[in-house]
């Protein structure tokens, strides 16, 4: 057998398998169809909020309104990325100003140079709440 021979025999074999290959698909089939109507079957991916924790009717205060919980944080968005101005200064969530002002002059002292503008819109972010 020389080697055009054995070329040949690939050859034939390689179209016979792309040939079984294509009648093995079964020919042209109907795309899928999008129901844009139709109900979702899944299952919800996002649960409902519960509702937050108040106090028993008992322990609750006449002249104070129990109705949302506050939030203490303060969200700021610094490089495309959302940070909490409490949590960079190294503060808890709610702290006066003064504690506020001393964490803040604490991290100028400790921080690079490359960090100080991040560090300048927490604080700002924090007076301006």
């Not at 844009?36 to 106090?55: G, H, N, V, W």
Request: proline share 5%; net charge neutral; aromatic share 10%.
């Amino acid at each position: 057998m020389n080697s055009q021979d054995f070329l040949t025999l690939n050859l034939v074999g390689a179209g016979a398998f792309v040939f079984w290959y294509l009648l093995s698909r079964g020919g042209s089939r109907r795309p899928t169809q999008l129901n844009m109507a139709a109900k979702d079957s899944a299952p919800s991916l996002i649960t409902s909020e519960e509702p937050p924790q108040t106090l028993e009717p008992s322990r609750r205060h006449p002249d104070v309104e129990h109705k949302k919980v506050k939030s203490l944080n303060v969200m700021f968005n610094y490089n495309g990325h959302s940070w909490d101005a409490y949590e960079v200064l190294g503060v808890p969530a709610g702290a006066s100003i003064k504690l506020v002002t001393e964490a803040y002059q604490t991290a100028l002292r400790r921080c690079d140079r490359e960090s100080i503008e991040f560090i300048e819109t927490a604080y700002k972010t924090i007076l301006n709440k």
